[in-house]
């Protein structure tokens, strides 16, 4: 017959062994859910350009008002992508961009969007669209870049100004994280000649993640 005392010692031994060996299989359980992305994760990735990415790009240059300026996208063995060409300021010309349908997306629980690049010490764009038109009112932030470095820039959802056709619109709404359709890349810094920029990766990322 067990008495009290040693039913609370067998249970006091069970306990230990509970928390000796399933108490740290079940936190690591936890963390690698959160590694692979679960609900707790600081970043939603929407472009990375591995084998498993595919966006489907367009090429849209200034040829839509006349101009010669050219362009591309290629994605490269490194799992990035190249956006390059040459930019003219002819025939009234002066821009070259790539964009990507992505949406609809519900961004809203994110703060903005990072970007991953390497570039020509060039200023460009980052466009974001509501709708899936292919004209209209976009949203851009300005980026710089470093001759042949790799530079990551994070552009907050409230730092995007609504243009059309390079003009900012002074009376239009703005962005909402919630209704992203489009996501490109544009260059129109009025310097004409040869340009390239290498993209990482593209994603949002959440307000917790924001330096302080």
Not at 8 to 26: F, G, I, N, Q
Not at 44 to 72: A, E, P
Not at 96 to 107: T, W
Not at 131 to 143: E, I, L, P, T, V
Request: proline share 4%.
């Amino acid at each position: 017959m067990l008495f009290k005392a040693d039913i609370e010692s067998s249970a006091m031994r069970w306990k230990d062994v509970y928390l000796a060996l399933v108490l740290p299989m079940a936190i690591t359980g936890a963390v690698e859910a959160v590694t692979r992305g679960g609900a707790m994760s600081e970043w939603k990735t929407l472009m990375d350009f591995s084998d498993g990415d595919k966006t489907k790009w367009s090429v849209v240059n200034d040829g839509v008002m006349g101009g010669i300026s050219q362009s591309r996208i290629q994605r490269t063995s490194r799992e990035t992508a190249v956006f390059a060409g040459v930019l003219s300021l002819e025939n009234n010309g002066g821009f070259a961009s790539v964009r990507a349908v992505v949406g609809p997306l519900d961004l809203s629980s994110y703060a903005g969007i990072e970007i991953r690049v390497r570039g020509d010490g060039r200023s460009y764009q980052l466009r974001l669209r509501t709708n899936d038109r292919f004209d209209g009112a976009a949203y851009r932030a300005h980026f710089e870049t470093h001759t042949g470095e790799w530079v990551t820039a994070r552009i907050p959802f409230d730092q995007f100004v609504p243009t059309f056709r390079g003009r900012t619109l002074s009376d239009a709404p703005a962005l909402e994280p919630s209704r992203i359709h489009q996501i490109g890349f544009l260059l129109a810094d009025k310097t004409p000649g040869p340009f390239s920029l290498e993209i990482d990766f593209v994603r949002a990322f959440k307000p917790a993640t924001i330096d302080s």
